[in-house]
């Protein structure tokens, strides 16, 4: 059986970062995701509630903000909780296993996963800025053994 969710949006709050009673972190956030409903293609917005575990927790409270675009690729899960006055209450909620940025922070600062990406240029560039480099000679790659 497959249990998978892939899922792009943009956060509607900061990330809330708990611990549970062992311990273990714990944040929380909603992602805004659009579709499209309908013949005439009518956008709709749903809010669906993420929870990231351990080290993804503090990541995520580290480095996402209320407006960053982001992928999250997780599991869905349903739970039930019984309120106080006896009435059980249904949710459903993604568990990210891993996120990616899709834009940088507000301060134009590139996301970690870019500096990564880009550290061999000996600077931080963004991937459009990658397309306009000049191509290599092809003359100079004739040491190349394959």
């Not at 903000?65 to 992928?71: D, H, W």
């Not at 909780?81 to 990616?100: A, L, M, Q, W, Y």
């Amino acid at each position: 059986m497959l249990n998978s969710v892939v899922l792009i949006g943009r956060l509607t709050r900061d990330p809330e970062l708990r611990y549970t009673p062992a311990g273990n972190p714990v944040a929380r956030f909603s992602l805004a995701v659009d579709r499209r409903r309908g013949a005439g293609g009518e956008k709709q917005t749903d809010f669906i509630r993420i929870s990231c575990w351990n080290k993804t927790a503090d990541t995520v409270a580290q480095y996402l903000q209320k407006g960053r675009l982001i992928a999250v690729e997780g599991s869905l899960r349903v739970s039930n909780i019984t309120n106080p006055d006896g009435t059980r209450r249904e949710f459903v909620e993604v568990v990210c296993n891993s996120f990616h940025f899709l834009d940088r922070g507000k301060d134009g600062a590139p996301s970690p996963e870019e500096e990564n990406e880009f550290a061999g240029f000996g600077e931080v560039v963004s991937p459009p800025a990658l397309r306009k480099r000049e191509k290599i000679d092809e003359d100079e790659d004739d040491d190349v053994p394959f």
